[in-house]
Protein backbone atom coordinates (compact mmCIF):
# COMPACT_ATOMS: atom_id res chain seq x y z
CA UNK A 1 0.00 0.00 0.00
CA UNK A 2 1.72 3.14 -1.06
CA UNK A 3 -0.41 5.36 -0.03
CA UNK A 4 0.15 8.23 2.52
CA UNK A 5 -2.57 10.68 3.21
CA UNK A 6 -2.88 10.78 6.87
CA UNK A 7 -1.25 14.12 8.78
CA UNK A 8 -2.41 15.81 4.97
CA UNK A 9 -5.76 18.52 5.18
CA UNK A 10 -8.35 16.50 2.76
CA UNK A 11 -8.36 18.27 -0.44
CA UNK A 12 -8.09 17.38 -4.27
CA UNK A 13 -4.75 15.75 -4.16
CA UNK A 14 -5.94 13.54 -1.30
CA UNK A 15 -8.90 12.29 -2.62
CA UNK A 16 -7.42 11.86 -6.12
CA UNK A 17 -4.61 9.53 -4.61
CA UNK A 18 -7.07 7.79 -2.39
CA UNK A 19 -9.24 7.43 -5.48
CA UNK A 20 -6.50 5.05 -7.13
CA UNK A 21 -5.82 3.01 -4.47
CA UNK A 22 -9.42 2.40 -3.58
CA UNK A 23 -10.18 1.28 -7.44
CA UNK A 24 -7.26 -1.25 -6.45
CA UNK A 25 -9.38 -2.72 -3.37
CA UNK A 26 -12.38 -5.43 -3.10
CA UNK A 27 -15.08 -3.61 -0.34
CA UNK A 28 -13.69 -4.78 2.13
CA UNK A 29 -10.20 -3.54 1.63
CA UNK A 30 -11.61 -0.48 0.99
CA UNK A 31 -13.31 0.10 4.12
CA UNK A 32 -10.48 -1.22 6.28
CA UNK A 33 -7.92 1.52 4.34
CA UNK A 34 -10.15 4.47 4.77
CA UNK A 35 -10.91 3.23 8.54
CA UNK A 36 -6.61 3.07 8.20
CA UNK A 37 -6.18 6.63 8.19
CA UNK A 38 -7.26 8.28 10.91
CA UNK A 39 -10.02 10.73 11.57
CA UNK A 40 -14.02 10.28 11.61
CA UNK A 41 -15.74 7.93 9.00
CA UNK A 42 -18.96 8.42 8.68
CA UNK A 43 -21.37 6.00 6.86
CA UNK A 44 -24.72 7.54 6.12
CA UNK A 45 -27.22 4.50 4.89
CA UNK A 46 -30.71 5.17 3.26
CA UNK A 47 -30.72 1.19 4.34
CA UNK A 48 -31.70 0.74 0.59
CA UNK A 49 -29.96 -2.22 -0.79
CA UNK A 50 -26.56 -1.25 -1.56
CA UNK A 51 -26.59 0.69 2.10
CA UNK A 52 -27.16 -2.79 3.20
CA UNK A 53 -24.04 -4.89 1.34
CA UNK A 54 -21.93 -1.65 3.12
CA UNK A 55 -23.56 -1.69 6.50
CA UNK A 56 -22.74 -5.49 6.10
CA UNK A 57 -19.19 -5.59 5.52
CA UNK A 58 -18.66 -2.42 8.41
CA UNK A 59 -20.23 -4.74 10.93
CA UNK A 60 -18.09 -7.32 9.81
CA UNK A 61 -15.11 -6.02 9.03
CA UNK A 62 -14.72 -2.39 10.23
CA UNK A 63 -16.68 -1.64 13.26
CA UNK A 64 -14.78 1.67 13.98
CA UNK A 65 -16.81 3.14 10.94
CA UNK A 66 -19.80 4.90 12.59
CA UNK A 67 -23.16 4.13 10.79
CA UNK A 68 -26.03 6.68 10.38
CA UNK A 69 -29.25 7.25 8.97
CA UNK A 70 -31.22 10.42 8.58
CA UNK A 71 -35.43 9.83 10.04
CA UNK A 72 -36.41 12.14 7.69
CA UNK A 73 -39.88 11.59 9.98
CA UNK A 74 -41.65 10.47 6.33
CA UNK A 75 -39.83 7.17 6.06
CA UNK A 76 -41.89 3.80 4.70
CA UNK A 77 -42.68 1.32 7.94
CA UNK A 78 -40.74 -1.01 6.20
CA UNK A 79 -37.73 1.19 6.18
CA UNK A 80 -38.13 2.34 10.12
CA UNK A 81 -38.23 -1.73 10.83
CA UNK A 82 -35.09 -2.59 8.71
CA UNK A 83 -32.59 -0.09 10.87
CA UNK A 84 -33.54 -2.33 13.82
CA UNK A 85 -33.05 -5.80 12.04
CA UNK A 86 -30.32 -4.66 10.88
CA UNK A 87 -28.41 -3.22 13.96
CA UNK A 88 -29.18 -6.46 15.66
CA UNK A 89 -27.90 -8.52 12.83
CA UNK A 90 -24.44 -6.80 12.71
CA UNK A 91 -24.69 -5.84 16.90
CA UNK A 92 -23.88 -2.58 15.37
CA UNK A 93 -25.51 1.00 16.76
CA UNK A 94 -27.49 2.87 13.75
CA UNK A 95 -27.04 6.79 15.00
CA UNK A 96 -30.81 8.13 13.91
CA UNK A 97 -30.82 12.07 12.68
CA UNK A 98 -33.69 14.09 13.05
CA UNK A 99 -34.76 17.07 11.21
CA UNK A 100 -34.92 19.76 14.00
CA UNK A 101 -39.16 20.44 15.28
CA UNK A 102 -38.66 23.98 14.87
CA UNK A 103 -37.64 23.61 10.84
CA UNK A 104 -40.34 21.10 9.95
CA UNK A 105 -43.27 23.80 11.72
CA UNK A 106 -41.32 26.71 10.02
CA UNK A 107 -41.72 24.54 6.40
CA UNK A 108 -44.93 23.48 7.16
CA UNK A 109 -46.33 26.69 7.85
CA UNK A 110 -44.64 27.89 4.80
CA UNK A 111 -45.25 25.26 2.22
CA UNK A 112 -47.89 22.77 3.93
CA UNK A 113 -47.09 19.70 4.80
CA UNK A 114 -47.11 17.67 1.54
CA UNK A 115 -46.07 21.49 -0.11
CA UNK A 116 -43.07 19.52 -2.36
CA UNK A 117 -45.77 18.47 -4.80
CA UNK A 118 -46.08 21.99 -5.39
CA UNK A 119 -42.81 23.28 -6.85
CA UNK A 120 -39.21 22.12 -7.11
CA UNK A 121 -38.37 25.20 -4.63
CA UNK A 122 -40.51 23.52 -2.36
CA UNK A 123 -39.55 20.33 -3.24
CA UNK A 124 -35.90 20.78 -2.18
CA UNK A 125 -37.32 22.87 0.86
CA UNK A 126 -38.02 20.15 2.30
CA UNK A 127 -35.27 17.96 1.62
CA UNK A 128 -33.29 20.84 3.18
CA UNK A 129 -35.28 20.48 6.30
CA UNK A 130 -36.04 16.67 6.50
CA UNK A 131 -32.11 15.76 5.19
CA UNK A 132 -29.49 18.19 4.64
CA UNK A 133 -29.47 19.79 7.61
CA UNK A 134 -29.72 16.62 9.76
CA UNK A 135 -26.69 15.61 7.28
CA UNK A 136 -24.55 18.14 8.12
CA UNK A 137 -25.07 17.25 11.76
CA UNK A 138 -24.20 13.66 11.29
CA UNK A 139 -20.58 14.53 9.44
CA UNK A 140 -19.79 17.60 11.66
CA UNK A 141 -15.98 16.82 12.94
CA UNK A 142 -15.76 13.85 9.97
CA UNK A 143 -12.83 13.38 7.80
CA UNK A 144 -14.82 10.75 5.24
CA UNK A 145 -18.57 10.38 4.44
CA UNK A 146 -18.91 7.20 3.57
CA UNK A 147 -21.91 6.32 0.70
CA UNK A 148 -23.51 3.70 -1.26
CA UNK A 149 -23.52 5.63 -4.15
CA UNK A 150 -22.98 3.75 -7.64
CA UNK A 151 -22.21 4.80 -11.24
CA UNK A 152 -25.54 2.83 -12.52
CA UNK A 153 -27.91 4.86 -10.53
CA UNK A 154 -28.69 7.35 -12.61
CA UNK A 155 -26.82 8.83 -15.63
CA UNK A 156 -26.19 11.80 -13.34
CA UNK A 157 -24.01 9.68 -10.94
CA UNK A 158 -22.42 7.86 -13.95
CA UNK A 159 -19.02 9.10 -13.16
CA UNK A 160 -18.90 8.26 -9.62
CA UNK A 161 -15.63 7.89 -8.08
CA UNK A 162 -13.99 6.13 -5.55
CA UNK A 163 -13.03 9.39 -3.66
CA UNK A 164 -13.31 12.74 -4.18
CA UNK A 165 -13.05 15.92 -2.23
CA UNK A 166 -16.02 17.45 -1.02
CA UNK A 167 -15.11 21.33 -0.65
CA UNK A 168 -18.32 22.09 0.82
CA UNK A 169 -18.12 20.20 3.45
CA UNK A 170 -14.37 20.04 3.94
CA UNK A 171 -14.27 16.09 3.94
CA UNK A 172 -13.73 13.58 1.07
CA UNK A 173 -16.58 11.58 0.43
CA UNK A 174 -15.71 7.60 -0.31
CA UNK A 175 -17.96 5.67 -3.00
CA UNK A 176 -17.40 1.82 -2.04
CA UNK A 177 -19.86 0.77 -4.31
CA UNK A 178 -19.11 3.16 -7.26
CA UNK A 179 -18.22 0.35 -9.76
CA UNK A 180 -20.56 -2.43 -8.66
CA UNK A 181 -23.60 -3.03 -10.68
CA UNK A 182 -27.34 -4.12 -9.33
CA UNK A 183 -26.89 -7.62 -10.48
CA UNK A 184 -23.55 -7.72 -8.04
CA UNK A 185 -25.70 -6.19 -5.47
CA UNK A 186 -28.16 -8.57 -5.23
CA UNK A 187 -26.01 -11.62 -5.58
CA UNK A 188 -24.04 -10.73 -2.63
CA UNK A 189 -27.05 -9.53 -0.83
CA UNK A 190 -28.42 -13.34 -1.40
CA UNK A 191 -25.06 -15.12 -0.93
CA UNK A 192 -24.76 -13.49 2.30
CA UNK A 193 -28.31 -13.07 3.34
CA UNK A 194 -28.06 -9.77 4.23
CA UNK A 195 -31.25 -8.24 5.67
CA UNK A 196 -32.82 -5.52 3.02
CA UNK A 197 -36.17 -3.73 2.35
CA UNK A 198 -39.03 -5.95 1.34
CA UNK A 199 -40.25 -2.76 -1.00
CA UNK A 200 -37.31 -3.87 -3.10
CA UNK A 201 -39.24 -6.68 -4.15
CA UNK A 202 -42.50 -4.75 -5.28
CA UNK A 203 -40.72 -2.81 -7.65
CA UNK A 204 -38.86 0.08 -5.74
CA UNK A 205 -35.22 -0.23 -6.58
CA UNK A 206 -34.09 3.01 -5.16
CA UNK A 207 -36.62 4.18 -1.69
CA UNK A 208 -36.57 7.65 -0.20
CA UNK A 209 -39.49 9.09 2.27
CA UNK A 210 -43.02 7.49 1.23
CA UNK A 211 -44.56 10.38 -0.13
CA UNK A 212 -41.92 10.67 -2.79
CA UNK A 213 -41.00 7.19 -3.96
CA UNK A 214 -43.40 5.13 -6.02
CA UNK A 215 -42.85 1.77 -7.69
CA UNK A 216 -40.90 1.50 -11.57
CA UNK A 217 -42.42 -0.01 -14.70
CA UNK A 218 -40.51 -2.30 -16.60
CA UNK A 219 -37.31 -0.62 -18.42
CA UNK A 220 -37.18 2.52 -16.68
CA UNK A 221 -33.91 3.73 -15.02
CA UNK A 222 -33.07 2.57 -11.08
CA UNK A 223 -34.06 6.25 -9.85
CA UNK A 224 -37.08 6.63 -11.86
CA UNK A 225 -39.58 6.65 -9.05
CA UNK A 226 -37.74 9.43 -6.77
CA UNK A 227 -39.66 12.65 -7.22
CA UNK A 228 -41.10 11.20 -10.23
CA UNK A 229 -43.64 14.12 -11.02
CA UNK A 230 -40.71 16.47 -11.42
CA UNK A 231 -39.39 16.41 -15.41
CA UNK A 232 -35.68 17.15 -14.37
CA UNK A 233 -33.67 13.81 -15.14
CA UNK A 234 -31.30 15.21 -12.72
CA UNK A 235 -33.12 15.36 -9.46
CA UNK A 236 -31.38 15.00 -6.34
CA UNK A 237 -32.22 15.33 -2.69
CA UNK A 238 -29.12 17.96 -2.30
CA UNK A 239 -27.20 15.38 -0.25
CA UNK A 240 -24.94 14.59 -2.98
CA UNK A 241 -25.08 18.38 -5.04
CA UNK A 242 -23.08 21.42 -3.12
CA UNK A 243 -25.12 23.13 -0.64
CA UNK A 244 -24.87 26.55 -2.68
CA UNK A 245 -26.66 24.72 -5.89
CA UNK A 246 -29.09 22.74 -3.91
CA UNK A 247 -32.38 25.18 -3.01
CA UNK A 248 -33.54 25.01 1.12
CA UNK A 249 -35.76 27.45 3.23
CA UNK A 250 -34.10 30.47 2.48
CA UNK A 251 -33.17 32.20 5.82
CA UNK A 252 -35.50 34.41 6.21
CA UNK A 253 -37.78 31.48 7.05
CA UNK A 254 -35.99 29.04 9.02
S1 LIG B 1 -37.85 13.15 -0.13
FE1 LIG B 1 -39.87 14.20 -0.05
S2 LIG B 1 -40.64 14.04 2.07
FE2 LIG B 1 -38.44 13.45 2.03
S3 LIG B 1 -37.37 15.28 2.61
FE3 LIG B 1 -37.41 15.28 0.35
S4 LIG B 1 -39.32 16.35 -0.27
FE4 LIG B 1 -39.44 15.92 1.96
Given at each position: MT????????GIEAASSLDAELARLDLAGRLKLVASLGGR???????GIEDQVITAAIGTHCPQIEVATLETGM?????????????????????RFH??????ETYIAQYGKFGFYESVEARH??????KVKPLARAL?????WITGL????S????????AEFDAERGLIKINPLADWDIDQIRAHVKADAIPYNPLHDKGYPSIGCEPCTRAIRPGEPERAGRWWWENDEKRECGLHVPEAAAPSLNSSSL
Open positions: LNISGLTPAVFTTSLLFKETVDLIGETEARYGIEIQPEVADVACCGVREGASFRRGQGNRATTPF
